[in-house]
């Protein structure tokens, strides 16, 4: 029987598509974080539209959303496994091999399904967002995708794969928080840590407190003008960002900053006061940067915003209290009436003893409320609980702070300025933004932590990498974006992949391919293979 001419162009097309797919199934798949383990398998998968998803049960829409986003096209729900070309199993129908625990999971391509194994919520999230990432990149052909056969293993290295946001130095906002997660998500990043209160910002809703916000959140550090327009989070915001982010398997760790970095909330109540710091013939640094650590209605004061803070994050494990750079701004706590009588109470001889006090009746206000205490790596010198307390260790030039901090037993988060702080240069000629002692370029990123020479017992004390984005020198949303993709990007897989499975040879083969859906997302970068011009906020703020 002759061929009809659409019937000899559809075979055409099988026979294109089918060469496509056996291409795409030699190269590396452009996954990242790199899994643990990727084998081919015979045969490949073809999705239609309209294909059916049996998701985990109780999932959120965003699921078949995603699905269909990465797709191109609907995929509707299917309520049994057996109907549906993409399957969310329990880690027990995996045919063979060991069961995936915890955020581990696997993934199957056969002709007859993409199936995705895990035994928890996060696993099944974590094999969604490698699935879309095969989705994406499959070849298609009148609307159809092609997945090539293959079995991922996969499990993270750190649990704690984390980015900071500073919103209190300049405001991001609502909508590029959002964006912001949906991409940590994409690439399994599990923690936003927070940073809302700061000298030139407080960006936190607080009702028992409302000057924090009318008169604390007015300004930037680039604009400190008293009737600059205030900008902050209601705590309904901070509610649907939360949950929009726990969707997602994302914890929000909230930064309240305390006893230093505090001018905001002192500029709003003014009786709060414990001194700052003013430099010799500079007037933009900050005369409030201290809370008076003593005084009674200090305490009443961050109790309540603490216990305001816990409600609105109830998931996050963690509240971090910040406890940094104090030593810049307590020079008048010597001459505070109530930091002379608790020393003479409590017969401390040094301002030390004083910070200690301070440090440990927060955290114990933190505990109470059933939280970790969080804190830069000053608070390790303040002895606080190593079972309720995780540091964070910033000091890049003081690896005897890391060992310190190790040796006593505490959880670290590891964010050393380098290559962690993504407000550093990434490249020797870009002009605008930090360096010391060096840069913080992207393979820099990618290599983090293994020049720190951690050992296995030490490894097992670390929670995980986290990235910061400090803000003092980012006016614009361009210039984040600028600063924080693709080094994110790199962050995410250093914090994801094993060490025997990383190598920056590879990442970089399968970067351009995520830089153009950055793009898609409406998401600004750092072109490293283009050298794209520097982003400051000169040209866009
Ligand atoms: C810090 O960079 N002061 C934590």
Redesign the pocket.
Known sequence: MLMSSVSRRLCAAAACLACAAAAFAQAELSLIPRPDSVQSREGRLTLRPGCAAALPAGCPESYGRALSEAAGFGVARADAPAAAAIRFLPADRLPSGAAPKGEGYALLVTPDALSVYASTPAGHFYGLQTAAQLLRAAPRENGSVALPGVEIRDAPRFGWRGYMLDEARHFSGREAVMRLLDAMAYYKLNRLHWHLTDSSGWRLEIKAYPKLTEVGSRGSETDRRPDAPAQFYTQAEIREIVAYAWERQIAIVPEVEMPGHADAAVLSYPELDGGGYVQKGRTDKWPRFTFNPAKPETLVFLDTVLKETAALFPGAGVIHFGG??VHFGCQKWPSLPEVQSLMKKEGFTTIEEVETWFNRRMAASVNGLGFKTGG?DEVAARDLPRDKTVV?W?RHDKPQVLRGVLDAGYPVVLCP?RPC?FDFLQLESHTTGRRWSGINPLGDVYAFPEGLGLQPSDEAKVLGLQA?L?AETTVSQARRDFLTWPRLVALAEAAWTPQARKDFASFQSRLPAHLQQLRARGIGFYDPFANSPEITDSQTG
């Open positions: 940094d750079e830069w964070f910033w300025r702080y910061c400090w």
